[in-house]
């Protein structure tokens, strides 16, 4: 024998494709037989099921003539073009299904394809959660989040996987409207899905973490540039080095001002990068009172000593030379 | 004269005589149609009219599971069916004794 099962289910999907413009049901009914009868036709034959039976285009027009069973007769002619369209490209897909298979190691792309539905209707699931936190407004990553909670969010994943995989099982036998509302829903989450990749992939190159809303540190810090130390007399420290409590280097901000030879220096761990961008003006000795707004109070404008709170090599030169103005 | 144009008119005659005797299921009744001498009966045909003699109330079925391959359906004549057949088979009749005595009379039997 040399017809495989494949070709027997390959031409029953023909013949069906042939007869997509009756009732399902009807359609149905003609094709109930169809399986046994090409398994036998093929047990009996030597060639392949076109040789003996014909193009299953033709077989399914004799069908429909022998059985007397029309078309919807309330169609168009535009309709019944369609129609016709659509069994055709459905044929010329079975085709590149049957082509492409040795590609994957498999008789089909389809047989390939068939154990990963399951896959499918996992991140079907994950998916549909996503959209509805994005629905109710909430900021878009990849867990979904009710009200801003993330136990609540992952409370609807479970809830949309659970309902994926039970839509899963049951959709096989979908027919008419709630398998035309389940493939608008599918095209609707494989768009979302697009979006929703391309937002999160901006985000994660992008240098902030502003797209991992799982992580709370650093949001607070995404918006400051640089760092300004000030002393006890309100006196700019330069060159100062921050660290943690385990001795890590604090690092914070980027240089944005060019330095003497008119090139952007490399970040360093000392603060600030861009003295000359400092928010409050230094205490000039001559002039007594010029309290910089919202500092500690510096009642003596008299340079004593550097700062003390800075571990590393302090740079006198700065400290003992107060820049002018403000820059900014 | 082409035969598949004949056989349109009489395949659904042909298939109730067919089943008078014995039940049977799809291919089953093809092969029987070949056998009778209806070589060039199509496998769409018979499936197709055993299809719309069922939808017309003619037939019943009935699955019979076989312990190589598929499960089969069997179609069997009802009272309806029956009744079909007789009154069918008496029109052919009457209408191929009109046929032979026409082709007898012009002269242009075989």
């Known amino acids: 024998m040399t017809v495989t099962g494949q070709e027997i289910v390959d031409y029953v999907d023909r013949v069906r494709a042939a007869l997509a413009d009756l009732p399902p049901a009807v359609r149905d009914e003609l094709t109930e037989d169809l399986p046994e009868h090409l398994a036998e036709v093929a047990a009996e034959t030597d060639g392949t099921l076109v040789d003996r039976l014909g193009e299953p285009e033709a077989y399914a027009a004799e069908l429909r003539a022998a059985a007397g069973a029309e078309g919807n007769p309330g169609r168009t002619s535009l309709n019944r073009r369609l129609t016709a369209g659509r069994a055709r490209a459905a044929v010329q897909l079975e085709r590149l299904d049957v082509q492409l298979g040795p590609l994957l190691g498999q008789p089909s792309v389809s047989v390939f394809l068939r154990p990963l539905r399951p896959a499918w209707w996992l991140l079907r699931g994950w998916l549909a959660a996503l959209l509805l936190s994005a629905l109710f407004g909430e900021p878009s990553g990849l867990l979904p989040r009710l009200d801003g909670s993330v136990l609540a969010g992952l409370f609807l994943l479970a809830g949309a996987v659970l309902a994926s995989l039970w839509l899963g099982r049951r959709s096989a036998g979908f027919r008419g409207w709630p398998r035309r509302l389940l493939r608008l829903g599918t095209g609707a989450l494989l768009l979302f899905a697009f979006a929703a990749l391309v937002n999160v992939d901006q985000h994660a190159s992008s240098d902030y973490f502003r797209g991992y809303e799982g992580v709370p540190v650093g949001n607070r810090y995404d918006s400051i540039q640089d760092v300004f130390v000030y002393d006890e007399q309100g006196r700019l420290v330069r060159n100062a080095r921050l660290f943690d409590q385990n001795g890590v280097p604090i690092r914070l901000g980027w240089p944005t001002c060019v330095d003497g030879s008119g090139v952007v220096p490399p970040p360093r761990n000392v603060y600030p990068y861009c003295p000359e961008q400092a928010p409050f003006a230094p205490p000039s000795p001559s002039t007594p009172p010029p309290a910089p707004t919202g500092s500690t109070s510096p009642t003596t404008p008299a340079p004593t000593g550097s700062a003390t709170a800075v571990p590393g090599p302090t740079d006198s030169a700065g400290t003992t030379t107060p820049t002018p103005a403000p820059t900014r | ?110």
């Open chain 2, 1 to 110: 004269m082409d035969t598949t144009q004949l056989l349109k008119g009489v395949l659904d005659l042909a298939v109730l005589a067919v089943l008078r005797e014995e039940d049977g299921y799809g291919y089953d009744i093809l092969r029987r149609l070949r056998e009778a001498g209806m070589e060039e009966v199509g496998d769409a045909s018979v499936y197709g009219t055993l299809r719309r003699l069922f939808a017309a109330g003619l037939l019943t079925t009935y699955v019979v599971p076989s312990e190589s391959g598929p499960h089969r359906k069997y179609y069997a004549l009802n009272a309806a069916g029956r009744d079909q057949l007789a009154r069918s088979g008496k029109t052919w009749r009457s209408f191929a004794t009109t046929m032979d005595t026409l082709l007898d009379d012009r002269g242009m039997a075989a």
